[in-house]
């Protein structure tokens, strides 16, 4: 079966494609073969409030649990990256109650009883790898755990260096526990306490608070300044704001070392 | 040779002075440690209700991960590792239809039938090392040193899975004479410590701590030599309060028994890691002159 998808206003071009069935929260739809969850979802009607971010795979807030037909295994992925199957039944978790407990930075001495004594239930885990399995990262969320419990902030920071903090495995723990929120604690006291200090860091903070930056930062304030309700204005100042997008200059992920940057509005000094 | 090793979470915060002293002693002989490259806690307590095969699941997964390195035997240190590791594989091995179910539910793993063996650091010396080759490996033999061996509940018990006679152990007393120390018997070798009684009835745990040390110091003993950090932690670190109750005792050191092994072989005694031993551990093998004094 082949059909034409819906054409938007002012589109010339009509994108086909097969269409197949996907039950979205219990109810069938027909959906293109070739979108994402996230895709078929809004294709389907959805409107996304909360449960969408970057749409590129990193923000960890599109976390999606589905299941395929004669397949008793819960399959996870994120509804912006993971591509629609037949028959698939689907829904989206992109919120699960999982408490993140408060504590004083400052007073923090980067000691794994700080992290047991903030998140106690972290000596229920079984070892039974729920976590693991439910991870759209393929992080072995529970060999962190287990490297937390004996006090190894290292290892536990450099397993779970990957988290997206989607909360998946939380919904599946049967310790109760949110092992991501405390992931994220060990890495941050891993990043204070444990890692070696990154220089260009140190650097690029005494050239923010050298004031270095404050008048691109006023160019970019004034923008919007001027009356709204003028469309002029407007146009001028997103036409302004786009020349500073395009003007600025962050180093290239594949980049020598040794790289310094030809513009004013570099992003590294 | 390689040996491979089951650490246990313990042996990486609190008990230091039990790994690094036992690692260190072990290159003297020869032996090269492997630790797990996955490892997680091995349930810590040997779950004897017949269906609560869940709390199987850590201990059988760490023997899973031995079996995956292509390890045909695991090393362990502490008692209770060693207990709880060595019952969930004759699990395993024994019973048919709780394997098929531990091994349908880790369906993400390697199938296990017990395939890896279990062994404590004692077992080793006493049937792969020899405590002939042991003895003549020792540089700094311990003696005038009254050594008083504690096997606490879990090396001999239960039967199954006990790393001597049951009854009349004796593999603790040949290793402190391989060593050239002073064996030295104590009625309460095998009694329980008090286990995790220190945390819910303090008082009862310091009642069944003190009996331990008391036969030990009736019959003349200098020293505890153990190989357990829950006992360590009862009998050693908490022995202030069991003092403080009985004020007829001495102060009693414990050792680690890895701890005894590194010196006697002549590891540098900063590897022990005597700072982590509660009682004058340390002052007491200055004054035997098994280790070399610092001065102050």
């Known amino acids: 079966m082949c059909q034409e998808a819906p054409l938007a206003e002012g589109k010339a071009l009509a994108i086909t494609a097969e269409l197949i069935p996907v039950y979205i929260m219990?109810?069938?739809?027909?959906?293109?073969?070739?979108?994402?969850?996230?895709?078929?979802?809004?294709?389907?009607?959805?409107?996304?409030?909360?449960?969408?971010?970057?749409?590129?795979?990193?923000?960890?807030?599109?976390?999606?649990?589905?299941?395929?037909?004669?397949?008793?295994?819960?399959?996870?992925?994120?509804?912006?990256?993971?591509?629609?199957?037949p028959e698939m039944y689907l829904t989206q978790i992109p919120f699960y109650p999982a408490n993140r407990t408060s504590f004083v930075w400052d007073e923090i001495k980067g000691?794994?009883?700080?992290?047991?004594?903030?998140?106690?239930?972290?000596?229920?885990?079984?070892?039974?790898?729920?976590?693991?399995?439910?991870?759209?990262?393929?992080?072995?969320?529970?060999?962190?755990?287990?490297?937390?419990?004996?006090?190894?902030?290292?290892?536990?920071?450099?397993i779970s260096f990957d988290c997206i903090q989607c909360g998946l495995c939380a919904t599946r723990c049967m310790g109760e526990m949110a092992q991501y929120h405390i992931a994220q604690m060990v890495r941050r006291m891993h990043g204070k306490f444990i890692d070696v200090p990154s220089e260009h860091?140190?650097?690029?903070?005494e050239a923010i608070k050298s004031g270095y930056y404050d008048d691109f930062m006023k160019e970019i304030m004034a923008l919007g300044t001027l009356d709204p309700f003028k469309q002029d204005n407007v146009n001028d100042d997103v036409k302004k704001l786009k020349e500073l997008?395009?003007?600025?200059?962050?180093?290239?992920?594949?980049s020598e070392n040794e790289w310094t940057p030809d513009s004013d509005y570099a992003i590294l000094k | 040779?390689?040996?491979?090793?089951?650490?246990?979470?313990?042996?990486?915060?609190?008990?230091?002075?039990?790994?690094?002293?036992?690692?260190?002693?072990?290159?003297?002989?020869?032996?090269?440690?492997?630790?797990?490259?996955?490892?997680?806690?091995?349930?810590?307590?040997?779950?004897?209700?017949?269906?609560?095969?869940i709390h199987q699941l850590a201990p059988v997964r760490d023997l899973i991960r031995a079996k995956d390195m292509g390890l045909d035997?695991?090393?362990?240190?502490?008692?209770?590792?060693?207990?709880?590791?060595?019952?969930?594989?004759?699990?395993?091995?024994?019973?048919?239809?709780?394997?098929?179910?531990?091994?349908?539910?880790?369906?993400?793993?390697?199938?296990?039938?017990?395939?890896?063996?279990?062994?404590?650091?004692?077992?080793?010396?006493?049937?792969?090392?020899?405590w002939d080759k042991l003895k003549a490996a020792?540089?700094?033999?311990?003696?005038?040193?009254?050594?008083?061996?504690?096997?606490?509940?879990?090396?001999?018990?239960?039967?199954?899975v006990s790393i001597d006679e049951a009854v009349s152990p004796t593999i603790f007393k040949e290793f402190i004479e391989a060593l050239g120390g002073t064996y030295i018997h104590s009625d309460h070798s095998a009694e329980c410590c008090s286990s995790y009684q220190m945390i819910s009835n303090p008082e009862a745990a310091i009642e069944a701590a003190s009996k331990v040390v008391r036969s030990a110091e009736d019959q003349g003993a200098d020293a505890l030599a153990l190989s357990c950090p829950l006992c360590e932690y009862n009998l050693g670190k908490r022995q202030v309060d069991i003092l403080k109750k009985h004020d007829d005792l001495k102060p009693l050191p414990?050792?680690?028994?890895?701890?005894?092994?590194?010196?006697?072989?002549?590891v540098d005694p900063l590897i022990c890691r005597f700072e982590l031993n509660p009682t004058a551990s340390l002052e007491l093998l200055e004054e035997k002159g098994v280790v070399e004094k610092v001065s102050a």
């Not at chain 1, 860091?201 to 903070?205: D, G, M, R, Y």
């Not at chain 1, 997008?245 to 594949?254: C, F, L, M, N, V």
């Not at chain 2, 028994?257 to 072989?265: E, G, K, N, P």
């Open chain 2, 1 to 53: 040779m390689t040996l491979g090793y089951y650490p246990g979470c313990t042996l990486k915060s609190h008990a230091r002075n039990l790994e690094d002293s036992a690692i260190e002693a072990l290159k003297v002989l020869g032996v090269e440690t492997v630790e797990l490259e996955r490892w997680n806690c091995c349930g810590a307590v040997y779950s004897l209700a017949d269906d609560d095969l």
């Open chain 2, 138 to 160: 020792v540089k700094v033999p311990l003696k005038d040193l009254n050594l008083s061996p504690y096997y606490g509940c879990t090396l001999t018990r239960p039967l199954e």
């Open chain 1, 26 to 85: 219990g109810k069938k739809y027909m959906v293109p073969e070739s979108l994402t969850i996230m895709k078929a979802m809004e294709y389907a009607g959805y409107q996304f409030v909360r449960g969408a971010g970057c749409r590129g795979g990193v923000c960890g807030a599109c976390g999606t649990v589905y299941r395929l037909p004669g397949d008793y295994h819960i399959r996870v992925g994120l509804a912006c990256q993971t591509v629609v199957q």
């Open chain 2, 254 to 266: 414990t050792f680690y028994f890895s701890q005894l092994l590194a010196v006697a072989l002549g």
């Open chain 1, 111 to 158: 000691e794994a009883e700080e992290v047991y004594k903030a998140y106690p239930e972290l000596f229920r885990c079984l070892a039974c790898n729920a976590c693991s399995k439910v991870c759209p990262m393929d992080i072995p969320v529970m060999d962190y755990i287990a490297a937390i419990k004996r006090g190894d902030l290292e290892k536990a920071a450099e």
């Open chain 1, 201 to 205: 860091c140190a650097k690029q903070v």
């Open chain 1, 245 to 254: 997008y395009k003007a600025r200059q962050g180093e290239p992920s594949t």
């Open chain 2, 73 to 130: 035997k695991v090393m362990t240190l502490c008692s209770m590792c060693y207990n709880t590791l060595a019952r969930a594989n004759l699990l395993m091995r024994n019973d048919e239809a709780k394997r098929k179910t531990l091994n349908d539910f880790m369906e993400e793993e390697s199938d296990y039938a017990g395939e890896v063996e279990v062994i404590h650091l004692l077992q080793f010396l006493k049937n792969d090392i020899g």
